[in-house]
């Protein structure tokens, strides 16, 4: 089991100014965070990133989303780190989420929930080399 995983916080929990409440959780939650930076996603690159959803119907939605403001992405690490993370933030739709989730505090919708989390380990390893060097992990 791989001890790292992938996070965005999305545009409209950036926005909201949610960032400090959302790393204060993870970092409580005993991730350390790896790398970390504040970004702009161009549509090319929101769309490559959720390639794998390209035949989904919300995927030009989910794009035009992803790339309206600012985001948060950042390496994560932690014994277990893709499932309890996936725990830490809850189900995609927040009225599905656990209370205390990052989900059910901060999403405003199915659409816009506030973060990502890497479903896999191998996705956590193509989610932190699309967006990060190795030079930048710390
Ligand atoms: N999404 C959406 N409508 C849906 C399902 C997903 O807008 O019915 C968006 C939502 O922002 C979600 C992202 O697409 O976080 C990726 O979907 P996925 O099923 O991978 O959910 P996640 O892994 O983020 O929980
Ligand atoms: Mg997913």
């Known amino acids: 089991m791989s001890r790292i995983t992938f996070t965005m916080i999305k545009p409209e929990a950036v926005e909201a100014g949610n960032s400090g409440s959302i790393l204060s959780k993870i970092?409580?939650?005993?991730?350390?965070?790896?790398?970390?930076k504040k970004t702009l996603l161009c549509k090319e690159k929101a769309g490559q990133f959720y390639a794998i959803h390209k035949e989904r119907p919300f995927y030009n939605d989910l794009v035009e989303y992803m790339s309206s403001g600012p985001i948060i992405a950042a390496i994560l690490e932690k014994d277990n780190a893709v499932l309890d993370f996936r725990s830490l933030i809850g189900s995609t739709d927040p009225s599905?989420?656990?209370?205390?989730?990052?989900?059910?505090?901060?999403?405003?919708?199915?659409?816009?929930?506030?973060?990502?989390?890497?479903?896999?380990?191998?996705?956590?390893?193509?989610?932190c080399n699309f967006h990060f060097d190795t030079d930048e992990r710390y």
């Open 27 to 36: 970092e409580k939650a005993g991730f350390r965070i790896v790398a970390m």
């Open 96 to 127: 599905e989420a656990a209370e205390g989730t990052i989900r059910a505090e901060f999403a405003e919708s199915k659409a816009k929930n506030a973060v990502h989390g890497s479903d896999s380990d191998e996705n956590a390893m193509i989610e």
